[in-house]
C-alpha cells in the first residue's frame, strides 16, 4: 500500500516535471519565436532603410554624372574656345608681321608714284627737237639729271614697262585703243603712249597703248 503511494507520488513528480520542462520548452520556443520576430523586423527595418539609402545614393550618383557631364561639356568648350583664340592670335600675328614686312616694302610707293609724273616731264624736255645749239646744250643737262633720276629709282626697284612690240598684258597694260596694222598679229602692243612703271613687283602705273587687232 505504501509502495503504491510512492509510485504515485513519483509519478506525480515526474508529471510534474514534465509539465515544468513542457511549459519551459514552450516558453523557450515562445521567446525564440518573439526574437526571430523581433530579428526580422528589424532586418525588414534595415531593409528598407537600406532601399531608401540606395535610392538617395543612386539619386546623388545621377546627379554627380550630370554634372560632370556639364563640367566636361564647359571644359571641352573652353579648350576650344582657347585654341580658337590661340589661332585667331597667330592669325593676327601673321597678318600684322605681313603687314609691316609691306609697309617697310612697299613705304616708298606713294612717293615714287609723284617721281614718275616728274619723269614725264623731263623725257618731254630732252625729246625737244631743236638746231638751236645753246638750247641743245641747255637741253644735254636735263638729259644727265633725267638718266641720274631713272638709275636711282632703278636702284630702289623703279623699273620702266618694257611692252614695245609685245603681246598685250592685262595686268600692267591699259589698252586706249585697238588699231589694225598690216604684218602685225593680233593682241601685240603697236605703240605706247605713256609709259608704266613697276615698282618691285607691283604696278606703280600702267602702261597706256594701242594694240592691234
Known amino acids: ?84 583664340n590661340r589661332a585667331d592670335l597667330e592669325n593676327f600675328k601673321r597678318r600684322t608681321s605681313e603687314e609691316r614686312i609691306k609697309e617697310r616694302k612697299y613705304a616708298m610707293q606713294d612717293f615714287f608714284s609723284e617721281i614718275i609724273d616728274v619723269i614725264d616731264v623731263f623725257d618731254k624736255a630732252v625729246n625737244i627737237k631743236t638746231e638751236d645749239e645753246k638750247l641743245k646744250k641747255y637741253l644735254s643737262g636735263f638729259v644727265m639729271v633725267n638718266t641720274r633720276l631713272k638709275q636711282t629709282l632703278e636702284n630702289y626697284g623703279v623699273k620702266k614697262i618694257e611692252c614695245l612690240n609685245k603681246e598685250f598684258n592685262p595686268s600692267c597694260q591699259q589698252a586706249l585703243e585697238t588699231v589694225e596694222k598690216e604684218g602685225v598679229e593680233s593682241n601685240i602692243v603697236i605703240e605706247v603712249v605713256m609709259d608704266g612703271y613697276m615698282y618691285k613687283d607691283r604696278v606703280l602705273r600702267p602702261s597706256m597703248v594701242k594694240v592691234s587687232k
Open 1 to 84: 500500500m505504501e509502495n503504491n503511494r510512492y509510485r504515485e507520488e513519483e509519478k506525480e513528480l515526474e508529471e510534474s516535471a514534465s509539465k515544468v520542462e513542457k511549459k519551459e520548452t514552450i516558453e523557450n520556443q515562445e521567446n525564440l519565436a518573439e526574437n526571430l520576430e523581433e530579428k526580422l523586423n528589424k532586418t525588414e527595418e534595415e531593409l528598407k532603410n537600406d532601399e531608401k539609402l540606395n535610392k538617395k545614393l543612386k539619386k546623388k550618383v545621377k546627379h554627380l554624372e550630370e554634372e560632370i557631364f556639364k563640367l566636361t561639356d564647359e571644359l571641352n568648350q573652353t579648350k576650344d574656345q582657347l585654341l580658337r
